[in-house]
């Protein structure tokens, strides 16, 4: 699933696709909608989580629906070289009090996903997506 946009030629029309995620897991009977961010700094802001924040569809639509699906925010946070799984729920929880989701939330609530190769961004997610469930 890509992201796409294009301008009608002499015209101001703006066509773009809206991804529901970046990419989607099948694991042991279940879906991951997992939307993948890279970030510097200690939070990320409301503005860089459009897929569940966005009015219309968005991965929150998921959440607690189907018991088989679960989406989740996968984070890079290049500042400390670490990646992080969260369930969107409690990213969706902290904005409602936050303008951010902290790395403290993604520490206490989330997953650490190791990398196979240290410094490269190869990640072993298979363990992390069961611990996740």
Partial sequence: ????GGWRKGGNTRFTIHNLCDFVIFSDSRL???EAKSHKGKSIPRSDLK???REGKNMNDFVNVYDAVTPALLVEFSD???VYLLRVDYATACLKTRASVPLRTFQEYGVEVERII???KTLDIKKSLNILK
């Fill in 1 to 4: 699933m890509q992201d796409a």
């Fill in 51 to 53: 897929q569940i924040t």
């Fill in 80 to 82: 400390i070289n670490k």
């Fill in 32 to 34: 991951f909608l997992v």
């Fill in 118 to 120: 240290p410094r490269y």
